[in-house]
Nanobody, 114 residues
Framework: QVELVESGGGLVQAGGSLRLPCVAS????????MTWYRQAPGKEREFVAG??????????YYGDFVKGRFTISRDNAKNTVYLQMNTLTSNDTAIYYC?????YGQGTQVTVTS
């Protein structure tokens, strides 16, 4: 079965950086698009970033709010997709989820302090 396990969250000061890995299993990783979503307290889950399948050349796409601060990448040999987040603000405080189609991981908490 499909399993997604995120890690790398934590407490960071505003202006800082974090890198979130998501390790996937149960499917041929390179053949699928992978995405990151986030959900802040009291808000709906929102799209953060996506990495296309091998058929798309692993094209990348981002939510409007990212504004060049985040980068999604993947290592197909390790079945891992990463979210590099720079210049973090308190607005980035949320639980970050890895996603493939209808499956989400358990999430990893990111808290940005000012």
């Amino acid at each position: 079965q499909v399993e997604l396990v995120e890690s790398g969250g934590g407490l960071v000061q505003a202006g800082g950086s974090l890198r979130l890995p998501c390790v996937a299993s149960g499917f041929t990783f390179s053949e699928y698009s992978m995405t990151w979503y986030r959900q802040a307290p009291g808000k709906e889950r929102e799209f953060v970033a996506g990495s296309g399948s091998s058929a798309s050349g692993h094209s990348t796409y981002y939510g409007d709010f990212v504004k060049g601060r985040f980068t999604i990448s993947r290592d197909n040999a390790k079945n891992t997709v990463y979210l590099q987040m720079n210049t973090l603000t308190s607005n980035d405080t949320a639980i970050y989820y890895c996603n493939r189609h209808v499956v989400y991981g358990q999430g990893t908490q990111v808290t940005v302090t000012s």
